[in-house]
């Protein structure tokens, strides 16, 4: 009764509006969203580095920022008054509305705090953002609580009295920004005023350009918060653009970015209106916020509620609930379908709880994941943080940014993992929640998963958790530490490890081994310190510029201690692989410069390094077995003068063997090539961008880490090694080649392709693998995937996944190729399957596949012995892998 | 109910022959859009129930297949009621929906019952709302009582059979009940007349427990009885879809009813108001009553295809009842052309008759799918009253006609002679454009003006366009083109790019090898040389031999991306990205595996004599930005390419095209829905999209006033038959055009539109059947299409000549010299 009266109370807001003929004003389309939430305050000029990492997925006409869990002191107010009042921003487009906006549109608060929020040439005339074209408005921020007596009469006005006050007072106040948006901005033909936000201890920003540029402009770069999100925006209407249509939009308590278009806007504006619920700004993003302000505060429903509304569990995912969860679900969506999104969407929100305590992000994503999306993890005993991007290496740049400067971070997540939305595995929804003074510390990892050291752990007693849809909490490891780089001195390793060290060193440089040394090393590598650790780099990057055959030695090891699995003992994984990573940056940085007419090392030098400053140096190699090491830091991500050309210029000058290191999201690497190309080696070092390797044909070419989206399309020949996860639809249309990945692919792996592409995933896939797959008979040269479903613990040892494959759509219609699913407990069922079938493994199916399998032990150490171990025993063949093979359609004849 | 809905279908051919004289040919499986219904006679029947409607469910119920045929549509477009309104379809700002043959599940599941206007849970978070009861069908089709008595309880049986096979409702009012019916009780639902009595239930006359009860007219009292009587059930109440339906509605909701059942006359209409304008109001007026939510509307009258169900739903809808449709599905020609009906001459084996309607049900919906894909949703539920993503024929024409000089009647416009009877071709391209089109190819120059040889008489489009001095003066004389610019800037970027210019305006559309044989490629490639322009490989993959030609061949790079490859990305000085095709917007390519013959396969390295499908969209591109990222990708393969994108015509076509432009496009290619296909289903070549003569001026206004229109090339594609359809393009405001049914025409098409059957078309165009196509010889082929080409060029001087301009990028977007002609 209590929430059809407060709906009520908004009757006036759907009189007079002519809504009907409102179409969307503008089409977004796609977009770079970011999230990141910490238990320390985080500052905003990390968020700039990240910003600028997506740079290319805005087109510099809308950008914003939210902050929640503020600073009070950097407010200029009391840590009650944040906590307590609303924090009012209104942006004036013509700074003549002020007056009238404090005078009348604010009359019914008391304002704590009024002031103009500082702009970067407040002081310097001439400082200017670089880039920015349309200057951004003046931002005024109030600290504001809604005047007694006219709460009250609010409350009378609508019997709203048995309502929370809390509750009254949140309604008083989002009422009254809408009729300030609507006297100020909407409804005339000239835009004066609006309301940036007016929750509680939430901030937002929003412009005409680029999100890193909101940062720079309003100096936020030292200003902290807890939870932070981004937007670039790339609308692609009107002439005209105005910051009130950037995102992030606000509900109350929360702010909403969002990447994606929505495919039933018209029907969700009446779903709201029915409801006087009325969107002011024509975005389906702005429908979002008020669609999870309407759930989450007016219904008040539980979260998974509100998720379930938004990303409804459908088919196969909802079939396999729990029957209670089932009824539940079938209620939100009897209730709710019709009112949930279609089309292709991803959110983040940042929202404060300032009741609760608590901060949080969030990260929703629709059920088919049309737009790109990854999580992280990252956590010590210090610091806990969690991220949500469009792309890895945007995650990976707050990271770099938060590790130059505080030890306490590292360059890379604990953990990173992608989501489908109303899944039965976890829902496709993740909440970071920040919990302010914590009354005792609680683990952040599973139940069942080993307690977190806390002996230095949470000292300011505010702590982040992670939980999926269903509220089960997201685990990061077991038991292990990361490095204090702080306190890290290859020096305390001790004269006698390094004696050690050298020996061995000397003996497998000698002998031509680096495999040698590096199981040498990973026998021992569990019991050895950090610092032990470092010191083993520093012998090794030592050696590494003695000359070319001793650099081609070390960059072997390393590589090898980067990319394979390995127990780390109490060390965590994402510790080891930063140290690796300088030690093999510090390598390539090692290697002599092109532009230098002697190098420094005799005769004539085997490998040459080339940089964004030296790229015009590039000339053809002094031999054919010459190595070109590529810097790709300042290459931007794609053009003319990207990397990935400079690539394929040196190539077409002779160079055949690439080291490409410091890549930084730069698109297309390794494209471009040409047909032919057998014998030309790539290695790729860094955050490597979408499209990686399209169009190969004969190349080899690792990727030392994680790959992006649309890696491998059309891919002719040639050999793909990711030595990590991949991002969605790789090898779209693939005609050929082989793939093996160490990890997981997304979505849509191999959607459309035809000849004989074959592909070895370890890891799994979301959904959607090997659509219409046309790849001909594989026992008569045609391709196949072989979906080995396993993956690694924090020791390093190989463990099945709960299922090879979640999804509910397997090989649709396919008219060619096989999956060779290992399933030796047959998880996968026929209802996953949406046009093959399941066959037995032949001897000659066994016969096809085992030298990849081979290939696979050979390139990631995962033994073929023992993926046929099951249960603690070596099986045949057959028992352990299953075919799906095609089945005749009748639409396929 | 099961996580997959999947219909099977049997064949069910009838036992007698079919009543009416249509015009059906041999190889005609039913009558396609735009043909001539009856032999020797202009008349089309029934204006609602057309011979294509009858022909197409005839077809369906026989097969459970969809129609699908070849070449383009060749009706008017527009018409009344459920004519009047296109479903939109997604492109590049948003994707489609893959879900044509299950490859993405598309639910097409919709609620029947009262909703909650939102739950309540405990403190504890406890669901504590109990839920009114629902009834959840699997398609939002139910079953009326049947419109007039038939012999015998056959037809009855097959009907409420069907309903059980398909999981959906059959009406029946308790006279029609029988124990014969007990098994397939679940299936059927009760309507009851006023004047019926309630208590039948102990009576034994009708099944126990019905889940859906349906009350005539608006008596809430009687509805309340029937509540308590049966509360497990939904009732509803039926009500005549007229004027004040609105208020009845609402009244109703207020008492309770959560569900009303709409119905119109059998030809869609409401009291003088087409159905889907009336069911508008009532949609919207509930709405604006805040009770929309709360309610499921059932609509019925004259829903007689797929798409209506789709557009009713659009138009406010939770599901829609049929019923002449189903005579139909039997045999019934209805009106369409007065004759006899079998259905009435006997009973009907009730078997045959329930495989019949579930085969035009599986048919229905598979359309469904494929329209609900192109339209980028996922839930029948969440299109409900979805209108903005319908396109209105009432807005967009008046926008059309606000830039054109002015409107006169069509029988001012000085139409030449045409042959009385129509042996060849369609009301697109009429007997007399294909004859004349053949004359050109012949001769080289202009037809003598004895035969209409600039428009057709399809009612719309083009058809529809005609240059003020040809009310006043008729056809231009031709002139040479020599004192005239005709050429084509390709890069207007400033990029660094080269600028190529092509001499004439206008390339050879795409069309892949799979569609046509090789020696019809051939032929275009070489004609494009020899103009200097180009033409493009289609989605098929690029045949070696046409690699002498490669300065004058586009690489397309399709959602199959099917013998797409760097090498061949890299030989082309322009490339295009094919998003969508006019012909069948938002649906994935189609290549039935009997055309996919060894060669084929071998260009696109696929499995011999399987169907290949193209996705929809590509599934690398779900936006804008994705979009850049894929202009960006080819452009860093082939750093010397320009990079065009064919899009078809969405509402926001003018956001496709200026996001194209963004993402670094040189050339945006519109395809209209007129335009050629080696198989379409009909049902997008009509209903999709809207057309290129209103998406044209759209496009140029838009980038006009985004003040970018001079950095960007438009290309009008999609239908264009003649010299005089290229200058009303441009006069519209493209730069250029893309060719392709003409060029056809011009090696002997006759617009068949058999192109999709078996080895493909008779003349050896449309085939790759390796002895088909030798019918067509590339080194004299080529010269047809130079031959056509050079009569349009002096056509299109004469028409330049007639406004006074001297080239046509003087006459780009001058749409002023243009007049609507009104019927």
């Known amino acids: ?893 | 109910m099961s996580t997959r809905y999947h219909i099977p279908t049997a064949p069910a051919p009838a036992p007698f022959d079919l009543p009416a004289a249509f015009r059906l040919l041999e190889h005609d499986d039913y009558l396609k859009y735009g043909h001539q219904v009856f032999e020797g006679r202009a008349a089309r029947g029934d204006l609602h129930w057309t011979a294509e409607v009858i022909t197409q469910t005839w077809y369906q119920a026989e097969t459970g297949r969809i129609p699908i045929s070849g070449a383009g549509y060749g009706g008017p477009f527009a018409g009344q009621g459920f004519d009047s309104l296109w479903l939109d379809m997604s492109e590049i700002v948003r994707p489609t929906r893959d879900g044509i043959h299950g490859r993405e599940t598309i639910s097409t599941i919709v609620d029947l019952g009262r909703r909650l206007p939102s739950l309540r849970f405990d403190d504890g978070g406890r669901l504590v709302s109990v839920l009114p009861p629902t009834v959840a069908l699997p398609l939002p089709v139910l079953f009326n009582p049947l419109p007039e008595p038939l012999p015998g309880r056959g037809a009855l049986r097959g009907l409420v059979q069907a309903a059980h096979r398909l999981g959906t409702l059959a009406l029946l009012t308790p006279d029609e009940w029988g124990d014969d019916l007990l098994e397939y009780r679940a299936a059927v639902a009760l309507r009851l007349a006023p004047e019926t009595r309630f208590f039948c239930k102990r009576s034994g006359k009708t099944p126990v427990s019905p889940r859906f009860v349906e009350i005539e007219g608006d008596a809430p009292d009687l509805w309340k009885q029937a509540r308590d009587l049966w509360p497990e059930a939904v009732i509803s109440v039926r009500l005549p879809l007229c004027c004040d339906a609105g208020e009845t509605v609402r009244d109703l909701v207020r008492a309770g009813v959560g569900v009303v059942h709409l119905f119109a006359d059998d030809v869609a209409d409401a009291g003088g108001v087409p159905l889907p304008a009336a069911l508008s109001a009532v949609h919207g007026y509930l709405v604006d009553q805040g009770l929309r939510d709360q309610v499921s509307l059932i609509v019925s009258g004259g829903i007689a295809a797929a798409e209506h169900v789709a557009k009713a739903l659009v138009c406010g809808a939770d599901a829609v009842a049929v019923d002449w449709i189903l005579l139909v599905a039997w045999g019934c020609a209805l009106w369409a052309d007065r004759g006899r009906c079998p259905v009435e001459q006997g009973e009907l084996e009730s078997g045959w008759a329930a495989q019949r309607v579930v085969n035009l049900m599986a048919a229905w919906r598979d359309q469904l799918l494929e329209v609900m894909g192109a339209m980028g949703m996922r839930e029948a539920r969440r299109m409900r009253g979805e209108s903005g993503r319908a396109i209105f024929d009432v807005t967009e024409s008046v926008r059309l006609k606000d830039v054109l000089g002015g409107a006169v009647p069509e029988s001012a416009y000085r139409r030449l002679p045409e042959p009385e009877h129509s042996v060849e071709g369609d009301f697109r391209w009429t007997t007399a454009l294909l004859l004349t089109s053949h004359e050109q190819a012949r001769t080289g120059e202009p037809p003598d003006g004895t035969m209409e040889y600039r428009v057709g008489r399809s009612g719309g489009g083009f058809d529809r366009l005609a240059f003020a001095f040809e009310i006043e003066r008729g056809p231009a004389e031709p002139a040479d083109p020599a004192g005239f610019h005709m050429d084509l800037v390709l890069n207007r970027r400033g990029d660094g790019r080269p600028a190529i210019s092509i001499p004439l305006p206008w390339w050879g559309s795409g069309m892949s090898y799979g569609s046509v044989g090789l020696p019809v490629m051939l032929a275009r490639a070489m004609a494009a040389q020899a103009f200097g322009t180009f033409t493009s490989t289609g989605e098929g993959g690029y045949p070696e031999e046409l690699v002498p030609y490669a300065d004058h061949v586009i690489t397309q790079i399709a959602t199959g991306l099917f013998g797409v490859r760097e090498e061949t990305i890299q030989r082309a000085r322009l490339v295009e990205f094919k998003y969508a095709q006019g012909a069948k917007p938002g649906l994935g390519g189609h290549l039935l595996g009997n055309k996919n013959t060894a060669t084929v396969a071998r260009l696109r390295e696929a499995v011999e004599g399987t169907s290949l499908f193209s996705p929809f969209p590509f599934h690398s591109v779900y936006s804008v930005e994705d979009h850049k990222k894929h202009v960006d990708w080819v452009k860093t393969v082939n750093p010397r390419a320009l990079v065009a994108v064919k899009v078809s015509t969405p509402t926001d076509v003018d956001m496709v095209a200026v996001g194209s432009y963004y993402a670094g496009a040189h050339v945006i290619q519109l395809d209209g829905s007129y335009g050629g296909t080696g198989a379409a289903p009909e049902i997008a070549k009509k209903n999709i999209a809207m057309p290129i003569e209103y998406a044209i001026p759209k496009v140029h206004r838009f980038l006009e006033a985004e003040g970018i229109r001079d950095e960007v090339v438009v290309v009008a594609s999609g239908g264009i038959r003649t010299a005089y359809d290229v200058a009303k393009a441009i006069a519209l405001g493209a730069d250029g055009c893309a060719i392709g049914t003409a060029e056809l025409v011009a090696l002997g098409c006759t617009r068949l539109g058999s192109c999709e059957k078996g080895q493909g078309c008779p003349f050896g165009i449309t085939t790759t059947d390796p002895h088909l196509s030798a019918l067509v010889d590339a080194s004299q082929g080529w010269q047809r299409i130079v031959n056509l080409y050079r009569s349009w060029l002096a056509q299109l001087a004469g028409i330049l000549q007639a406004l006074g301009m001297r080239g046509v990028r003087e006459l780009r977007g001058r749409s002023g010299v243009l007049v609507y002609l009104e019927e």
């Open chain 1, 1 to 893: 009764m209590d929430t059809e009266r407060l709906l009520e109370s908004r009757r006036y807001m759907v009189r007079g509006e002519e809504w009907e003929s409102r179409s969307p004003e503008a089409a977004e389309g796609g977009c770079g969203v970011l999230g990141l939430a910490c238990n320390v305050p985080i500052a905003g000029r990390h968020v700039v580095e990240a910003a600028a990492q997506m740079h290319n997925r805005g087109n510099g006409k809308g950008g914003g920022i939210a902050m929640a869990g503020l600073d009070a002191a950097q407010m200029g107010v009391s840590p009650q008054t944040l906590r307590d009042a609303y924090l009012v921003q209104v942006a004036y487009l013509d700074p003549l509305a002020r007056q009238e906006v404090e005078g009348a549109g604010l009359a019914s608060f008391d304002l704590f705090q009024g002031y103009r929020v500082p702009v970067l040439d407040d002081d310097c005339r001439h400082c200017q953002v670089p880039g920015l074209e349309v200057r951004p408005p003046d931002v005024w921020r109030y600290f504001a609580r809604v005047k007694p007596d006219a709460l009250a009469c609010f409350a009378e006005t609508h019997r709203l009295e048995a309502l929370p006050p809390r509750a009254v007072e949140d309604e008083f106040v989002y009422q009254n920004s809408f009729r300030l948006n609507r006297e100020f901005y909407a409804s005339l033909g000239e835009k004066r005023a609006f309301v940036l936000c007016h929750g509680r201890d939430l901030l937002v920003f929003k412009i005409v350009g680029y999100a890193e540029q909101v940062v720079q402009y309003y100096r936020l770069e030292d200003l902290t918060a807890r939870v932070w999100i981004a937007h670039q925006r790339y609308p692609t209407k009107g002439r005209v653009w105005h910051p009130a249509g950037a995102h992030p939009f606000v509900g109350l308590n929360e702010a909403l970015v969002h990447n994606g278009d929505f495919a039933n806007y018209h029907a969700l504006t009446e779903y709201l209106r029915q409801r006087h619920v009325v969107p002011l700004f024509l975005t389906d993003t702005e429908i979002s916020v008020l669609l999870f302000d309407l759930w989450d505060r007016v219904y008040g429903y539980p979260l998974e509620v509100t998720l379930e509304a938004l990303a409804p569990t459908t088919e196969r995912d909802f079939a396999v609930l729990a029957a209670e969860k089932q009824v539940l679900y079938r209620a939100i969506q009897a209730t709710h379908l019709h009112a949930s999104p279609d089309g292709p969407w991803f959110f983040i929100i940042a929202r404060s709880r300032p009741d609760e305590g608590q901060w949080q992000l969030l990260g929703i994503t629709d059920t088919s994941m049309l737009r790109p999306q990854v999580f992280a993890l990252y956590e010590n005993a210090d610091v806990q943080l969690g991220l949500i991007a469009s792309e890895r290496q945007a995650m990976n740049a707050a990271l770099r940014s938060l590790a130059a400067e505080d030890p306490r971070f590292l360059p890379l997540a604990d953990r990173y993992w992608v989501a489908r939305g109303g899944s039965h595995t976890d829902g496709g929804a993740f909440t970071f929640t920040v919990h302010a003074n914590a009354p005792s510390p609680l683990p952040l990892s599973g139940e069942n998963a080993s307690p977190i050291p806390l002996s230095g752990g949470y000292r300011e007693g505010v702590r982040l958790t992670c939980a999926d849809k269903f509220g089960s909490p997201v685990a990061v490891s077991t038991g292990q530490r990361h490095v204090d780089r702080a306190r890290l001195r290859p020096a305390g390793a001790g004269d006698s490890f390094r004696r050690m060290l050298e020996t061995q060193l000397y003996h497998a440089f000698d002998n031509g081994g680096s495999r040698s040394l590096f199981e040498w090393t990973v026998e021992r590598l569990s019991a050895w310190t950090y610092d032990e650790v470092a010191a083993c780099i520093a012998l090794l990057t030592a050696l590494g510029q003695a000359g070319d055959e001793e650099w081609g030695f070390v960059r072997q090891v390393l590589t090898l201690l980067r990319d394979r699995q390995y127990d780390p003992g109490d060390k965590r994984r994402a510790s080891l692989l930063t140290l690796w990573d300088e030690g093999l940056s510090a390598l390539f940085d090692s290697a002599p410069p092109i532009h230098r007419l002697k190098s420094a090392r005799s005769g004539k030098p085997h490998c040459l390094r080339i940089a964004w400053d030296s790229r015009r140096a590039l000339r053809p190699p002094d031999d054919a077995g010459c190595v070109l090491v590529v810097d790709a830091l300042g290459f931007p991500p794609e053009g003319d003068d990207s990397a990935a050309r400079c690539l394929v210029t040196a190539y077409e000058l002779g160079w055949c063997h690439f080291v490409a290191y410091n890549w930084r999201g730069g698109r297309f690497a390794a494209c471009g090539l040409g047909p032919h190309t057998a014998g030309v080696q790539v290695e790729l070092y860094g955050d490597v961008g979408d499209y990686a390797a399209s169009g190969l044909d004969g190349a080899e070419v690792h990727i030392h880490g994680d790959a992006q989206d649309q890696v491998g399309q059309i891919l002719k020949d040639g050999k793909l090694v990711i030595h990590g996860d991949v991002g969605q639809t790789c090898l779209y249309g693939a005609k050929g080649g082989t793939i093996y990945v160490l990890g997981s692919a997304a979505g849509r792996p191999l959607i459309n392709a035809v000849g004989r592409p074959r592909a070895v995933i370890n890891g799994t896939c979301l959904d959607y693998l090997a659509e219409s797959f046309m790849a001909g008979d594989p026992l008569n040269g045609g391709g196949f995937v072989i979906l080995n479903g396993v993956t690694f613990d924090g020791h390093g040892r190989l463990v099945e996944l709960e299922t090879p494959y979640p999804g509910g759509n397997l090989f649709s219609l396919a008219s060619g190729g096989a999956i060779y699913l290992h399933d030796p407990h047959h998880k996968v069922g026929e209802d996953q399957l949406n046009g093959g079938q399941f066959a037995p493994l032949s001897e000659s199916d066994w016969a096809l596949i085992q030298p990849y399998l081979q290939e696979n032990e050979r390139l990631f150490g995962i033994r073929v012995s023992a993926l046929l171990t099951v249960d603690g025993e070596e099986r045949c063949p057959a028992e352990v892998y299953r075919k799906v093979e095609v089945r005749p359609l009748a639409v396929l004849v």
